[in-house]
């Protein structure tokens, strides 16, 4: 269940007004970060960010962290050559960073006969859609916010990976040389959160909560019986890849945030603080 339209214009408005002043300075495109955990609604909220902006003249551009998902190949390469749980996309380590980078890069010369090109990623199929068919951005943008789960997340010191978290880690990483890769990997994550001019971050209230709310996402992608759509067991497993950072985000992402909105069980937004 997506957070209510109203809210969501409600927040974009106070969002665009807060960090207004700055984009309509900035000599180059403005980089807001817009972190949220699974089902936390941060794509929704960027697009209806987007809609507003532009009306107020902006020239907005949303990027995706998903869209950088590296192809499934790529992550099968992975799974034979690290460790076989990056077969799943979604921690750090499966996205094209280097990518992304270059394309927040290009974005200041932007133009119909210099077009930027980005990717975008077919979850339904898991795997990138042809490069033919990439977005296309043909002028210099104001504002560019990229939304993802746990942006701005930095990388858990080494001893709060010995212990396994859940169940997945236990009997599938028993060895934990699955959570040290990905936390190493997290470190390339770093120039990328440094692009950001601010970070805003949807707080949800505990773990518990973000996976009912990624739960009732797949339950309404079964109901519409979607392409790889996941039942209950294969969720949970799912969901498992994520627990550790989303944990580590929940307890850390806020201290580092420059905009922090607090949801309630419901997503009703209960809080908005600013540093």
Known sequence: MPITSPQNEALAGHLLDHYGERIARARRPYILGLSGLQGSGKSTLAQVMKAQAERRGWSTVVLSLDDFYYARSDREALAQQVHPLLRSRGVPGTHEIELLLSVLAALPQASDKLPVRHPRFDKGRDTRIPPSRWSRIGQRPNLV???????????????????????????????????????????????????????????????????????????????????????????????????????????????????????????????????
């Open 145 to 275: 916010i990229v939304e993802g789960w746990a942006l701005g997340i930095r990388p858990q010191l080494q001893s709060a990976l010995t212990a396994p978290i859940n169940a997945l880690e236990r009997t599938e990483d028993p060895d934990g040389r699955w959570r040290r890769w990905v936390n190493q990997q997290l470190r390339s994550y770093q120039p990328l959160w440094r692009k950001f001019d601010a970070l805003i971050v949807l707080q949800a209230p505990s773990w518990d909560v973000v996976r009912r709310w990624r739960g009732e996402q797949e339950q309404a992608l079964l109901a519409r019986h979607a392409p790889l759509a996941m039942d209950a067991v294969a969720m949970k497993r799912f969901l498992a890849h994520f627990e550790r950072l989303s944990r580590h985000a929940l307890a850390t992402l806020p201290a580092l945030a420059d905009t922090c909105v607090e949801y309630d069980r419901t997503r009703k937004v209960i809080g908005i603080s600013h540093d």
